[in-house]
């Protein structure tokens, strides 16, 4: 690999890591609307699009991140154990985000939330399989391997329950915040680390 191309996969893994960070910013205005929209009558509908809206960024965000880790895990340590499983996910955050821009786009009040829940517990469960797959990465991931994982299954546990999803929140928050600084410091520490 030339040093321009290198240079250009690690400045990509920082943004990834920064995106993977404001991504887990987005989460927390979600969780504060989150509390309104479930009292929400006609003149409360902005906050609902602004709530679509937290769930399309997110996601969109969400792709980008794990594409970029991807390729960060098969050029660095040629681990492709969970390239298939990464496609499923950003598949599924794609169906989310399809999901909820033609709800805020057509105004039809939830009537494809049915498909953004198909498309929740589908992440959460491959985000399971995912996380215990990583585990077979040779690499410790600047000491965050593990941390990433066991955040990514708690959040994804508990977000398969639904009723206690909720609670996912802050493992979810925390596991993007360290997928954040892994991809942030494979741009800065020694490629053999």
Known sequence: MT?????????????????????????LPKVGVDFFVETLTGSGYDILRLY?????????????VLKTFRRMLNERYGFHAVDKLISALMLCYLGSA????????LGSDYSV??????????????SVVYAFKLLSLDNRLFGLLKP???????????????????????????????LGIILIRAESEDEYL
């Open 3 to 27: 040093e321009e191309v290198m240079g250009a996969s690690r400045s990509r893994y920082s943004l990834a890591g920064w995106l993977s960070i404001l991504h887990a910013m987005v989460v």
């Open 52 to 64: 679509m809206g937290f769930h399309v960024v997110g996601a969109l965000l969400g792709i980008y």
């Open 98 to 105: 399809l999901a909820w821009a033609v709800d805020l786009g």
């Open 113 to 126: 939330i049915d498909a953004v829940y198909i498309f929740w517990i589908m992440s959460a469960a491959l």
């Open 148 to 178: 990433y994982v066991y955040t990514t299954i708690a959040s994804s546990a508990l977000g398969l329950t639904v009723v206690i999803g909720e609670f996912a929140t802050p493992f979810s928050m925390a596991s993007l915040v360290i």
